[in-house]
Structure formats: C-alpha cells, structure tokens
Nanobody
C-alpha cells in the first residue's frame, strides 16, 4: 500500500497551492480520504476529510479557504489551498480509511512565507 502525496512547496502569504495524494495497492474500498497537518512542535491535526460519496468535513480554521475533492476512480484526493497564511506552514499528510485499516502517506511540506 502506498499513498504518494505531492504539491507542497514555498508560497507567499495570500497564495495558493494544490496538494494531491494517490493511493495505490489498497486491498479494500476506501471509505474516507483526508488531509492532516503537523507543524513543528505541534500535534498532527485534521484539516479536511471526504467520503466516497462526496461528503466533506473541514477544520474551522480552514473553512472557506481550503477545498477537498476526490477522484474515486483514481483513488486520489486533492486539497486546494487558497489565501494561505504563515500559520498554515506544516507538513501535510494524506490518509485513506477503509472499513478495517487506515493508511498514511508521507508528508509534503508547505511553507508560507514572504
């Protein structure tokens, strides 16, 4: 099983980034895919999740700025991040949840700085 995240980088405040995460080799149907982030010295926190049916859930501090989407046929989840702030700087991780197991991808680093 592999979750490959990409799309991180350095962006100025107010800028945008789009993260992608492709899940491969998952032996079961993926019910929920999500994005989490972890800043240095902080705990990993939920950013957004999306079910196979398209139901979404967001952390309050990203509502209106971030949009999660998903391509079920490609087992891919996206995170469109707009109006980025310095406090959005973190390693971003994707997660795939089946009825039995959860799988994590490696982090992709997002740095918001002028």
């Amino acid at each position: 099983v592999q979750l490959q995240a990409s799309g991180g980088g350095l962006v100025q405040p107010g800028g945008s980034l789009r993260l992608s995460c492709v899940a491969s080799g998952v032996p079961f149907n993926i019910n929920v895919m999500g994005w989490y982030r972890q800043a240095p010295g902080e705990q990993r926190e939920l950013i957004a999740t999306i079910t196979s049916g398209g139901y979404t859930n967001y952390a309050d501090h990203v509502k209106g700025r971030f949009t999660i989407s998903r391509d079920n046929a490609k087992n891919t989840v996206y995170l469109q991040m707009n109006s980025l702030k310095p406090e959005d700087t973190a390693d971003y991780y994707c997660k795939a949840e089946t009825s039995w197991y959860s799988y994590w991808g490696q982090g992709t680093q997002v740095t918001v700085s002028s």
